[in-house]
């Protein structure tokens, strides 16, 4: 590309610590001759969350034994240089290793029908094999056929491969605090997007990259070091500069 690494990465960087496009492109300004456009950047963070979650996604994870789903609702404006006008009723599909603070798969649509809790629970159950014994949703009815297809049943005992607990926190004291913690920092950082408006792709792709950000990039206050540091052992991130290395991963796997 025209712009050099460390210019890159430092933009898309700047984007998931909650600078905006434009306030980047005036950092740039400041300290780069050859500045680059608020839409440079962001392509450059479309572009290469989704290179780099092509590896990510498909590395195998040692957690703990419980899991916790969830989804955030999203109104997405749809695209007005498309002639479309409204808003679209969105759905982030997360889950989080309570143990380690990965975020284990995620999935973002436009329904939250069984079919896109599957994709999550799929994705959780390929990664991490058989350690998972528990597996907690909200009340949401889609959960139980989605866990289900992805662990299977045992038509002998009459449940679940996996434990599969239901908080209903109208009805309960209990809370899912990792998971709802998680979806403080996510809702700090998209409500200022503007609900992300134009293509359910590059939304996708955006959440996608604050993925990354949250499990290889930054520090967790609770475990006082990145989420990956303890779910993916074998990975080795020796740089400051874990986006570079992410993405000459990325880019040899693929």
């Known amino acids: 590309m025209r712009n050099n690494p460390q210019k890159i990465t ?21 300290f780069y001759p050859h500045n680059s456009s608020h839409m440079s950047i962001y392509r450059w963070v479309v572009k290469f969350s989704k290179k780099i979650s092509k590896f990510t996604d498909n590395l195998k994870l040692q957690v703990g034994s419980e899991v916790q789903i969830d989804e955030i609702e999203y109104k997405r404006r749809l695209h007005h240089q498309k002639g479309m006008k409204g808003v679209e009723d969105n759905y982030f599909i997360d889950s989080i290793d309570p143990k380690t603070k990965f975020m284990t798969a995620t999935n ?88 992300f408006h134009g293509s359910l792709e590059s939304a996708k792709a955006i959440l996608k990259g604050w993925e990354i950000y949250y499990n290889f990039i930054t520090k967790h206050q609770t475990i006082k070091c990145s989420p990956y540091e303890l779910a993916c052992t074998d990975l080795k991130l020796e740089g400051n500069n874990k986006w570079v290395e992410l993405i000459g991963l990325s880019s040899r796997k693929n």
Request: charged share 30%; proline share 2%; hydrophobic share 30%.
């Open 10 to 30: 430092c933009g898309i960087d700047l984007f998931y610590r909650g600078v905006s496009t434009r306030k980047v492109q005036e950092h740039f300004q400041t």
């Open 108 to 195: 973002f649509s436009n329904q939250r029908e069984i079919k896109d809790l599957q994709v999550v629970a799929t994705k959780i159950k390929e990664r991490t094999g058989e350690q998972v014994e528990k597996v907690t949703t909200d009340g949401l009815r889609g959960y139980p056929k989605a866990i289900k297809k992805a662990w299977g049943y045992n038509n002998k005992l009459g449940r679940h491969n996996v434990c599969h607990k239901q908080v209903i926190t109208s009805k309960e004291d209990t809370f899912n605090y990792p998971i709802e913690r998680l979806h403080n920092n996510v809702r700090a950082r998209t409500k200022t997007m503007r609900g």
